[in-house]
């Protein structure tokens, strides 16, 4: 990719001009969320320039459709998340410079945004009224206002979600119970484990298997009695069993004189 320099900084009476590299989106991989011809790409971004400040800074160019955030370069890794309850845990967040996918809803703002890039204009300022650019103390003091999420939408995205889920599961149940025994274009049958007698998992059965023949052959090769100690460890050991039995037949004994003996008065 053929990246351009964007020059930008905070406000319009900053002095200080910073750089983003931006390009067309070229890639062998491919994925449905991040289209080629109305996608940029941007790198060299600072983790305090978040999404609604550069799709607000983009919209000079046209609408902005989404913004995918990543350490690094990677078009399989782009997932949309749509949760508004829940945060994301597929991936923690980026607290050094980062590089992001900008999707436009045109392909012709892409070209608009690399010609910007390419001529002698202004530097793009990227904090305005609608979308401040916000770092350190302010940061902090936004996301400790910001409300916690209603336990009725989630309790609600939740039900959705798990709806979904069950229909999915049904569906794979009812196509695997569909294609049972059913020879494929090549002749080969897939083995499913449909029905009620699901059986054992061969996983289970090789590693019961390999347990017990370990046990067997750790067995095998303990050899008893084979070192003095061992000798003299055992002859301690019978000759304490035997007085342990001597003094409970002794009781025993003395029990059942006690019992026998006639005492009139």
């Keep these: 990719m053929d990246f351009q320099v964007l020059r930008w900084k905070t406000e319009e009476a900053s002095g200080v001009i910073r750089q983003l590299l931006v390009a067309k989106q070229r890639s062998i991989e491919k994925n449905p969320l991040i289209p080629e011809e ?16 550069l799709s607000a800074a983009f919209a000079k160019f046209g609408g902005v459709e989404d913004i995918f955030f990543l350490k690094r370069l990677s078009v ?14 597929t991936g923690t967040a980026i607290s050094s410079y980062k590089t992001a996918y900008v999707l436009f809803r045109s392909g012709k703002s892409v070209k608009k945004l690399i010609a910007f890039c390419s001529s002698e204009n202004d530097p793009l300022v990227l904090s305005t009224e609608d979308a401040p ?7 902090w003091i936004r996301e400790h ?24 599961v049904e569906r794979e149940k009812l196509h695997a119970k569909a294609n049972e025994g059913v020879a494929d274009e090549e002749g080969w049958v897939t083995v499913t484990r449909v029905g009620k007698k699901r059986g054992v998992r061969q996983v289970d059965v090789m590693n019961e298997t390999t347990r017990t023949a370990a046990k067997k052959k750790a067995s095998e090769k303990e050899l008893l009695n084979f070192y003095k100690f061992q ?25 059942m004189k006690a019992m026998r003996k006639f005492k009139p008065y």
Excluded: C, H, W
Excluded at 38 to 53: F, G
Excluded at 76 to 89: A, P
Excluded at 150 to 165: A, N, W
């Design 38 to 53: 109305r996608t940029a790409v941007l790198l060299n971004i600072p983790p305090y320039l978040d999404k609604e400040t």
């Design 76 to 89: 399989g890794s782009v997932v949309k998340y749509e949760s508004d309850s829940f945060f994301q845990t």
């Design 133 to 139: 650019i916000q770092s350190g103390l302010s940061t």
């Design 145 to 168: 206002r910001q409300p916690l999420p209603s336990v009725v939408d989630m309790r609600k995205e939740i039900d959705v979600y798990m709806d979904k889920y069950d229909a999915r």
């Design 231 to 255: 000798k003299g460890e055992g002859k301690v050991k019978q000759l304490t069993e035997l007085r342990r039995k001597f003094e409970e037949d002794k009781q025993k004994i003395a029990q």
